[in-house]
T-cell receptor, first 115, second 111 residues
């Protein structure tokens, strides 16, 4: 089946650090990748939609200058949390779509803790 | 506003019981998804449906477009079914559209 790899699984770092999270589709070319965020005891929320070779589309309330998304190839999208602060601590998870008529395939997520 | 409501939030049942989780949504959708989230956070897609009914093993998902309602059923539940089950909707664009999620149902199946 389709596999999406997300790395790292967890990150603990100091406030002000920039953190990069990678999302790779291992056995298929993803036309679209999505980035979601989940705060404790809350629903998953869409942050941005990423298409290869074009600028990401951000949801309302998500700062594009803070959450940099690069989708350089059909198998890799990266999310960089710039100058992270404790309020950015959350669970970040990506998903990838091979075919719009098929379900999204999710990575295992990244637990980010900013001290 | 695109909203997805899910119930119950928590459900504890005995092994073997028939489980039903309900989901309703506010406006027309292009697809309804049922997801399973494990304790570590990883998410598995169980079903994607836009009409009718789908079955996979002991899991059954149904959707009523007119009622804007979907249900996930688990037959002969087992402790390994314990997880958070999440209903999510694509409100436009089919699968190439970001999902709007319900709050999830935390299911515990006791032996």
């Amino acid at each position: 089946g389709a596999v999406v790899s997300q790395h790292p699984s967890w990150v603990i770092c100091k406030s002000g650090t920039s953190v990069k999270i990678e999302c790779r589709s291992l056995d298929f070319q993803a036309t679209t990748m999505f980035w979601y965020r989940q705060f404790p005891k809350q629903s998953l929320m869409l942050m941005a939609t990423s298409n290869e070779g074009s600028k990401a589309t951000y949801e309302q309330g998500v700062e594009k200058d803070k959450f940099l998304i690069n989708h350089a190839s059909l198998t890799l999208s990266t999310l960089t949390v710039t100058s992270a602060h404790p309020e950015d601590s959350s669970f970040y998870i990506c998903s990838a779509v091979r075919d719009p008529r098929q379900p999204q395939h999710f990575g295992d997520g990244t637990r980010l803790s900013i001290l | 506003k695109n909203e997805v409501e899910q119930s119950p939030q928590n459900l504890t049942a005995q092994e073997g019981e028939f489980i039903t989780i309900n989901c309703s949504y506010s406006v027309g959708i292009s697809a309804l998804h049922w997801l399973q989230q494990h304790p570590g956070g990883g998410i598995v897609s169980l079903f994607m449906l836009s009409s009718g009914k789908k079955k996979h093993g002991r899991l059954i998902a149904t959707i009523n477009i007119q009622e804007k309602h979907s249900s996930l059923h688990i037959t002969a539940s087992h402790p390994r079914d314990s997880a958070v089950y999440i209903c999510a909707a694509s409100f436009s664009g089919g699968g190439a559209d970001g999902l709007t999620f319900g709050k999830g149902t935390h299911l515990i199946i006791q032996p």
